[in-house]
């Protein structure tokens, strides 16, 4: 299958500073990327919908000024979590749409806020 | 509201007992059927996805899609303890678009 990369795995930061999170598709040119939230034996949330070249789709409840998507190239989207708090905390995983249909995951970055 | 239904179990069977997963989904307009397995701690790993009436195998899985119940499910045949996770089903009803999950199943295999 597709391969999809994410990094940083884990990452713990101060209250207020702000996280960026790397998307990349390795093996194939990815025109949508899905950003998710998970937290403890909890559902995947679906967090924004990403499009090389425009503007990300937040869902509902979603803030964008916290939450900056960016979808530079087709291999390649960003999350940063801008002043983060320890709610912030979370499993944050990115997938890659292959033909349309077909999505593969990241490994996922696990988020710490102290 | 687009929905996917799953049993959340746990679901609890033997080792090389036939794991049977099953999930409903709301919208007669899907095009596209997935199931993700999930380990503790870790992101979805996709096993199989299906779009048309019917069975679909690869290896020990077995994909069943029926669109007039809108009911999907996946077979596991042989069961491992390796296999004991959260199973996810997951819908698409457009190119493009994000997946629907359900809430996932999850699956224990005693050895």
Redesign the interface.
């Given at each position: 299958g597709a391969v999809v990369s994410q990094h940083p795995s884990w990452v713990i930061c101060k209250s207020g500073t702000s996280v960026k999170i790397e998307c990349r598709s390795l093996d194939f040119q990815a025109t949508t990327m899905f950003w998710y939230r998970q937290f403890p034996k909890q559902s995947l949330m679906l967090m924004a919908t990403s499009n090389e070249g425009s503007k990300a789709t937040y869902e509902q409840g979603v803030e964008k000024d916290k939450f900056l998507i960016n979808h530079a190239s087709l291999t390649l989207s960003t999350l940063t979590v801008t002043s983060a708090h320890p709610e912030d905390s979370s499993f944050y995983i990115c997938s890659a749409a292959v033909g349309g249909y077909e999505q593969y995951f990241g490994p996922g970055t696990r988020l710490t806020v102290t | 509201q687009k929905e996917v239904e799953q049993n959340s179990g746990p679901l609890s069977v033997p080792e090389g007992a036939i794991a049977s997963l099953n999930c409903t989904y709301s919208d007669r307009g899907s095009?596209?059927f997935?199931w993700?397995r999930q380990y503790s701690?870790?992101?979805?790993?996709?096993i199989m996805?299906i779009?048309s009436n019917g069975d679909k195998e690869d290896g020990r899985f077995t994909a069943q899609l029926n669109k007039a119940s809108q009911y999907v499910s996946l077979l596991i045949r042989d069961s491992q303890p390796s296999d004991s996770a959260t199973y996810?089903c997951a819908v698409?009803v457009q190119?493009?678009?994000?997946?629907i999950?359900g809430?996932?199943t999850t699956l224990s295999v005693s050895s």
């Open positions: - | 095009q596209s997935f993700y701690g870790k992101s979805p790993e996709l996805f779009y996810l698409n190119a493009g678009t994000a997946l999950f809430k996932g």
